[in-house]
Each structure stands twice: as structure tokens, then as C-alpha cells.
């Protein structure tokens, strides 16, 4: 598959999910009324608005203005490690699992890949194609925090 045409294809999906979350929400209102929860929520909403925002620098820089692409990763990965990094700080000691953790790894090798992207080099990957597969598992990791999130919001409303 081109990589331009994966990027459109995950920035719409990213996208999607964002509206599908936002959906949810709007039938759990008393969500936002509980400061930890709305930060929960918001840290969901984070998950899939920022691989769909580098998706679409992706295919904005490309391979034409690999400059593009690399600071708007190391930018929104930067944005991305810090929110996954306090919201793991903010669950941790509820026995949570360690999703947001592994974001912000998740997000930190984004960000080094949009600022030494030679890195990947011994990989016979070209950076922008590591990048995706990175932005993949975190994808993967946003749908676990949407687990962990729904199962934990369930016991609070049975509570």
C-alpha cells in the first residue's frame, strides 16, 4: 500500500473514532461532571485526535516535505507523551493498567523518529513508515484505554 494512501486511511478512521467517542459521551453525561472521569475522557479523545492530526501532516509533508510531517510528529508526540504520562500518573495508584504508560513510550519513539530519523535506517524502513507503525499500535493501545475506561466507568455506575 502507498504510505500516502494508509495515512488517509488512518487519519479518516482516527477521525471516525474521535466522533464514535464523542457519541458515548454524550450518553454518559455525569462523565464530565466527575473531574477524574473527565479527564479520562479527555484522555481517550486525545488517543485518536492525535494519530489523526499526524496522519494528516503525514500526507500534507509526505515525502515531498519530509520537514512537514517530522515536526508536526515531534510536536503532537510531545503533546501526546506528556497527556498519556499524566493521566497514568493520575490512575496508577487505582490499579489501572498501564495503558498510558505505554503510549507515552509509544509517543516519545514518534517523537524521536520525527527528530533522528536515521534512527530507523538499519530497519530498511523509511522513517515515515516506522512512524506508521508506531501510530498503529498506539491505535491498538487507544482501543485498551477504551476497554479499561468502559469496564472501570461500569463499576462506578453499578457503585
Known amino acids: 500500500m502507498d504510505i500516502s494512501t494508509f495515512y488517509g486511511l488512518f487519519s479518516a478512521t482516527c477521525f471516525t473514532l474521535v466522533g464514535l467517542w464523542w457519541n458515548v459521551v454524550q450518553g454518559h453525561p455525569q462523565w464530565l461532571r466527575d473531574s477524574a472521569l473527565r479527564r479520562a475522557v479527555g484522555g481517550v479523545y486525545l488517543a485518536f485526535l492525535l494519530p489523526a492530526l499526524m496522519g494528516l501532516f503525514a500526507q500534507v509533508g509526505g515525502s515531498d516535505s519530509p520537514s512537514v510531517w517530522r515536526v508536526s510528529f515531534l510536536v503532537i508526540s510531545l503533546v501526546g507523551a506528556v497527556s498519556a504520562i499524566r493521566l497514568f500518573s493520575l490512575t496508577a495508584e487505582e490499579g489501572a493498567a498501564p495503558y498510558q504508560a505505554v503510549a507515552g513510550v509509544l509517543?516519545?519513539?514518534?517523537?524521536?523518529?520525527?527528530?533522528?530519523?536515521?534512527?530507523?535506517?538499519?530497519?530498511?524502513?523509511?522513517?515515515?513508515?516506522?512512524?506508521?507503525?508506531l501510530l498503529i499500535l498506539l491505535i491498538v493501545i487507544a482501543h485498551g484505554l477504551v476497554w479499561e475506561f468502559m469496564r472501570r466507568a461500569a463499576v462506578r455506575d453499578d457503585a
Not at 516519545?108 to 522513517?127: D, K, N, T
Request: overall charge negative.
Open 107 to 133: 509517543y516519545g519513539l514518534v517523537a524521536l523518529i520525527g527528530l533522528v530519523p536515521e534512527l530507523v535506517s538499519p530497519l530498511g524502513l523509511a522513517p515515515i513508515q516506522a512512524a506508521a507503525l
